[in-house]
């Protein structure tokens, strides 16, 4: 409750009331010490509520194959009566369903560590609220049941969490419940019951230590542990140093390519990103490659997603051994830039999707130039002839605005083409636009290398762009981006970027 002045209109009565000695005073007084001991006490309550909550979660996989996946949470420290455990929401999140959470028990946890008297878990929407959690912190046992994920689903976002038959790949979005408006101390993770032996073939983002109890992996924060990819499959785990990241690949299937060659693709693309902006994004990475089930028809040969420290690469199997540079290597190279841009320069809302893809297509075409990869020929053939297929002649282009597609990208196939093509001339055309204006060379990299330096400041917004842009340029955009960007009057494309 909010203490405040309540204010009444009217006239001031006048009349003089005759005060009882002794009375009305130390009655006053008393009140005020009572209120004042109430108020105490809420501050600390607030501030006993207010101590991290420390979060450990087992992850049993023994059924992970036939898509369930069992876990147990333990949030230890003191708890408010009422506790909202969430399933947080990712960007490939399916509003639709997919994978689901069932509440199996939940029990208050005693001083020594032990479960105490069980407790109510309410459902509500994607959250469960826990009813008379106690001062030490609360056991909560729940199913996550995966889906398979079929080839009709057409939805990429269906395909993200999923079993396999062998095993299972889970995005931590869904499978972690968080509390609500709490502040987290340590997290870990513990994954137990793998059949025969399957921890060898477990693929995650995180630093692992050993424990009497197996390996403990150690996210460095909530988004950390919900922006990841966790799988357990017929997998081959590879792992490699990259400019001070741990790389971790895991392989599923037959490739006309050996995994070392994708290793080594890997190796030479994180070089050149890492030398661009001066260190790599995170500590570690997890790259998980896989077949992809949605060939054809309004699909795509190739996706590839970046969530949190994690990347998958859903790859065509039919694809030869020269589409592993040619093709395989812009996804990848796409994906891993994300890491700067995206992850650690994070948008604030959808307002910047345009940015964060349009550039990242950008500078990843210059860069598979720039580390060999690629010739200019191939980069100038590919990046504009897809701004010609998809930007230019696309039924979009003077109705919808590049920002407005890149908001409602996964709508459907042709708004995500329009937006990356749209998404990626724009980024191109803005570092020209710089260029005539300060007479430097890709004048934009100093403004990408200038945010990657002040992440800490906040999320990227589009204002937080234009004082970028002025900061490193000296130009005001915001005008142009009006027009060309935000506005739907079209980008002239030009004859050549490489």
Not at 8 to 22: I, L, M, N
Not at 226 to 255: N, S, Y
Not at 270 to 297: K, Q, T, W, Y
Not at 334 to 348: A, D, R, V
Request: proline share 6%.
């Amino acid at each position: 409750m909010r203490l405040g002045t309540m204010h009444h209109a009217g006239k001031r009565d006048s009349t003089v009331r005759h005060r009882p000695k002794g009375g009305v005073r130390p009655r006053l007084a008393m009140a005020l010490v009572a209120l004042g001991l109430i108020a105490l006490a809420a501050v600390w309550g607030r501030q006993r509520v207010r101590a991290p909550t420390e979060l450990a979660y087992a992850v049993e996989l023994e059924g992970a194959a036939r898509g369930q996946v069992d876990v147990t949470l333990q949030a230890r420290g003191p708890l408010p009566r009422r506790l909202r455990l969430e399933q947080p929401g990712g960007l490939f999140h399916d509003p639709r369903g997919g994978a689901t959470v069932t509440p199996l028990a939940a029990w208050n946890l005693s001083g020594d560590g032990r479960r105490g008297a069980p407790l109510v878990l309410r459902p509500e929407g994607r959250a469960w609220t826990l009813i008379d959690a106690g001062p030490h912190g609360a056991v909560v046992q729940y199913r996550l049941t995966l889906p398979h994920g079929g080839a009709a689903d057409a939805d990429i976002r269906a395909h993200l969490s999923r079993c396999s038959g062998t095993g299972a790949r889970v995005a931590g979005f869904h499978v972690f419940l968080l509390p609500e408006a709490l502040p987290v101390g340590a997290i870990s993770v513990r994954f137990v019951g793998a059949p025969g032996g399957g921890a060898a073939r477990l693929a995650v983002p995180w630093p692992g230590a050993g424990s009497p109890d197996g390996i403990v992996y150690a996210p460095r924060d909530v988004r950390d542990l919900t922006d990841a990819l966790v799988a357990w499959d017929d997998l081959r785990l590879h792992e490699q140093d990259i400019g001070g990241c741990t790389v971790r690949l895991g392989v599923r299937g037959t490739w006309a390519f050996a995994d070392r060659e994708l290793a080594r693709l890997l190796l030479r693309l994180g070089e050149a990103e890492i030398a661009f902006f001066g260190s790599p994004p995170h500590r570690s990475m997890l790259i998980l490659v896989d077949s992809n089930p949605l060939r054809g028809g309004t699909g795509f040969e190739y996706y590839g997603l970046h969530v949190g420290h994690s990347v998958l690469l859903l790859l065509d199997p039919a694809l030869g051994w020269n589409d592993l540079a040619d093709k395989v290597a812009s996804v990848a190279a796409h994906e891993m830039f994300h890491g700067w841009l995206g992850e650690e320069i994070c948008p604030q809302s959808s307002d910047l999707n345009w940015f964060i893809e349009g550039a990242t297509s950008w500078y990843t075409a210059r860069l598979l130039v720039d580390s060999g990869v690629w010739t200019a020929r191939r980069a100038e053939e590919v990046v504009m002839g897809r701004i010609a297929q998809h930007y230019a002649h696309s039924p979009l282009r003077g109705r919808v605005s590049i920002a407005e597609a890149a908001r409602g990208m996964l709508r459907d196939g042709e708004t995500t083409r329009f937006a990356y093509a749209g998404g990626t001339l724009a980024a191109e055309r803005l570092d020209a636009w710089l260029a005539e204006r300060s007479g430097r060379t890709h004048p934009l990299d100093a403004v990408l290398r200038d945010l990657f330096a002040r992440r800490g400041e906040g999320p990227l917004t589009r204002e937080r762009l234009e004082r970028a842009l002025r900061r490193a340029q000296g130009a005001d955009a915001h005008a142009w981006l009006d027009r060309h960007v935000y506005g739907i009057e079209p980008l002239p494309c030009p004859a050549a970027m490489f």
